[in-house]
């Protein structure tokens, strides 16, 4: 089992539907990421939950609403989504120390591949 | 903002011989962590080796090893005696509050 799992791998949505991707992390960190990977460009990072509580946006368009629930599950709900929003979401997960520098080591789940007509 | 850059998108070597990917960052910061991540196709990516900026010595992880000159802001990722499991996307990150990317260096390994 690997230690972050996405669901589902795969989505194909049209513009008008409404999904959600699915995160879960069993090595016990106490923050998680949502990232948008698109070909040629950096790892664009969505949103930051630490300690289930988000601390970073990055002006992420409305029609992406993330969910954390507990520290172990993290969701990224979608809708009205437009074609450019396709590409491979990365959930990640880290062990953050409250004071001083954290390593920042980030640990992934394969992806979920979105393609939206 | 801190930038991370990576100018090769595309690099090939042969089977068993050495390659060495390039990665510049951006930074006013004197403490940070510089990370080579690898994603293979259609799988996650790992971690491939870590370096922190206060140490001068270069981090080596088995056949992988990075050259890091933090007076030039470089931190590049040298692959000794490469294997056909090394083909993959490389990322270059920089972490200090918060982790950033780059664009990636598709890398083939050819038989």
């Known amino acids: 089992e690997t230690g972050v799992t996405q669901t589902p791998r795969h989505l194909v949505m049209g513009m008008t539907n409404k999904k959600s991707l699915k995160c879960e992390q069993h090595l016990g960190h106490n923050a998680m990421y949502w990232y948008k990977q698109s070909a040629k460009k950096p790892l664009e990072l969505m949103f930051v939950y630490s300690l289930e509580e988000r601390v970073e946006n990055n002006s992420v368009p409305s029609r992406f609403s993330p969910e954390c629930p507990n520290s172990s599950h993290l969701f990224l709900h979608l809708h009205t989504l437009q074609p450019e929003d396709s590409a491979l979401y990365l959930c990640a997960s880290s062990q953050v120390v409250a004071g001083g520098l954290n390593t920042g080591e980030l640990f992934f789940g394969e992806g979920s591949r979105l393609t939206v007509l | 903002a801190q930038t991370v850059t990576q100018s090769q998108p595309e690099m090939s070597v042969q089977e068993a011989e050495t390659v060495t990917l390039s990665c510049t960052y951006d930074t006013s910061e004197s403490d940070y962590y510089l990370f080579w991540y690898k994603q293979p196709p259609s799988r996650q990516m790992i971690l491939v080796i870590r370096?922190?900026?206060?140490?001068?010595q270069n981090a080596t992880e088995n056949r992988f090893s990075v050259n890091f000159q933090k007076a030039a802001k470089s931190f590049s990722l040298k692959i000794s005696d490469s294997q056909l499991g090394d083909a993959a996307m490389y990322f270059c990150?920089?972490?200090?509050?918060?982790?950033?990317f780059g664009a990636g260096t598709r890398l083939t390994v050819k038989p």
């Open positions: 370096q922190e900026a206060y140490k001068q």
């Open positions: 990150a920089y972490h200090n509050n918060d982790m950033r």
